[in-house]
């Protein structure tokens, strides 16, 4: 499976984005699928995560109440709805993909064995 990630862009703090992940090559509906971050210097983030066909959302507790992840099986596609962004937020936002994933793992990016390139998110004060 292909993974493309779009919609990250420069906005305001207490901004809204919202980042896309498609899919292609294959229906990618049973499997766990993340978001994860970056910032130079710092080790990737887990950010939020569906587990196989409809467990969570899960998030981290620093996005919890702001975040919100999606699938859209029908378009083969994931999202993540920021809202109430904060400079603290900037990365670059990488969606992954795993099937054999154990839920006590998702938050690892090791066990994911697709990567889509990250997007530039960017959270102005």
């Known amino acids: 499976v292909q993974l493309q990630a779009s919609g990250g862009g420069l906005v305001q703090a207490g901004g809204s984005l919202r980042l896309s992940c498609a899919a292609s090559?294959?229906?990618?509906?049973?499997?766990?699928v993340a978001w994860f971050r970056q910032t130079p210097g710092k080790d990737r983030e887990f950010v939020a995560a569906?587990?196989?066909?409809?467990?969570?959302?899960y998030y981290v507790d620093s996005v919890k109440g702001r975040f919100t992840m999606s699938r859209d099986n029908a378009k083969n596609t994931v999202y993540l709805q920021m809202n109430d962004l904060k400079p603290e937020d900037t990365a670059v936002y990488s969606c992954?993909?795993?099937?054999?994933?154990?839920?006590?793992?998702?938050?690892?990016?090791?066990?994911?064995?697709?990567w889509g390139q990250g997007t530039q998110v960017t959270v102005s004060s």
């Open positions: 569906i587990f196989r066909a409809n467990g969570g959302p």
């Open positions: 090559g294959r229906t990618f509906s049973r499997d766990t």
């Open positions: 992954a993909a795993g099937r054999n994933l154990i839920l006590s793992s998702i938050t690892k990016s090791v066990g994911y064995t697709h």
